[in-house]
């Protein structure tokens, strides 16, 4: 079965202090990864795609990293904008195409 | 501009009801998805399609049904055998071996 597991909860920063957030994942063969954005009350907004071991995306302060067991979003020097929930997911080979399983999140906040 | 609609914003269900839910999608994706999302949780599967007239059921379709009869629309009723259905209900859709669209949610309540 697969499983995503997402840390910390919940991360609390104040503007402009680096970190990471982590997602571990357990799959038989992965077809992806993927980073979503959640405002509160709103649907969850696309971010990246990861698709193998060593592979880097960007966008604007933010860069996910993937390795065969995990994955990374950092957020270098963090605005009051970028507090949200932040989700990972991953679609394995050997179900369905396009069906993914989600981690539960982290919730970041970004204190001016 | 493209998008994934999702309607009523908010939904109320009595004990015993029957609702559905609205997804409509103008994106031209095949796939397409209801999750549903309860309180500091991720999203759980719920039925999910990838050609008009034919569905699958996700990991909790228990208490819920669909129907794909158009390739835009996915359209989710709640039945009065889904025993807590109080939730915050995500319709997507996508195209391939690519990241999700998502609706802008249905927030569901029973009184």
């Known amino acids: 079965e697969d499983q995503v597991t997402q840390s910390p909860e919940a991360l609390r920063l104040q503007e402009g202090e680096s970190s990471s957030l982590n997602c571990s994942y357990t799959?038989?063969?992965?077809?992806?990864l993927f980073w979503y954005r959640q405002d509160p009350g709103k649907g969850p907004e696309f971010l990246f795609t990861?698709?193998?071991a060593g592979e880097e995306k960007e966008k604007e302060r933010l860069k996910a990293t993937l390795t065969k067991k995990e994955s990374f979003l950092h957020i270098t020097a963090p605005k009051p904008e970028d507090s949200a929930t932040y989700l990972c997911?991953?679609?394995?080979?050997?179900?369905?195409?396009?069906?993914?399983?989600f981690g539960d999140g982290t919730t970041l906040t970004v204190k001016p | 501009d493209g998008g994934i609609t999702q309607s009523p914003k908010y939904l109320f269900r009595k004990e015993g009801q029957n609702v559905t839910l609205s997804c409509e999608q103008n994106l031209n994706h095949d796939a397409m998805y209801w999750y549903r999302q309860d309180p500091g949780q991720g999203l759980r599967l719920i039925y999910y399609?990838?050609?008009?007239?034919?569905?699958q059921k996700g990991d909790i379709a228990e208490g819920y049904s669909v129907s794909r009869e158009k390739k835009e629309s996915f359209p989710l009723t709640v039945t009065s055998a889904q025993k807590n259905p109080t939730a915050f209900y995500l319709c997507a859709s996508s195209a391939g071996n690519r990241g999700y669209t998502f609706g802008s949610g249905t927030r569901l309540t029973v009184v």
């Open positions: 990861l698709y193998s």
């Open positions: 799959v038989s063969g992965l077809r992806g």
């Open positions: 399609s990838q050609i008009v007239n034919d569905f």
């Open positions: 997911a991953v679609q394995d080979v050997n179900t369905n195409a396009g069906k993914s399983t």
